[in-house]
Nanobody, 116 residues
């Protein structure tokens, strides 16, 4: 059974940094596109960043230049380095793994709170 477990969330002041981790198991990690999404209360879940099998990255305009997605296939782990955090970054952050045109999986989420 595929499992994704996020960690690294917490409370941080504006301008601070956090590094989220997504540990995957039960799949061949290198076969999947990895992504991070976030959802604030009362808002839709939105994509934040994705990284392909070839390590091509894509970012939402709102986080471009501040966030960096990466992956370590040997450790079956994806990361989201978040710098220069803003109050509007406050959300539950979810890890996603997927194969184009096939299956996808979600983690349980980790809370990120940026104080104002």
């Amino acid at each position: 059974q595929v499992q994704l477990v996020e960690s690294g969330g917490g409370l941080v002041q504006p301008g601070g940094s956090l590094r989220l981790s997504c540990a995957a198991s039960g799949m061949i990690f290198s076969n999947y596109v990895m992504g991070w999404y976030r959802q604030a209360p009362g808002k839709q879940r939105e994509p934040v960043a994705h990284i392909t099998r070839g390590r091509t990255t894509n970012y939402a305009d709102s986080v471009k230049g501040r966030f960096t997605i990466s992956r370590d296939n040997a450790k079956n782990t994806a990361y989201l380095q978040m710098n220069s955090l803003k109050p509007e970054d406050t959300a539950v952050y979810y890890c996603n793994a997927g194969r184009v045109g096939a299956e996808y999986y979600w983690g349980q989420g980790t809370q990120v709170t940026v104080s104002s």
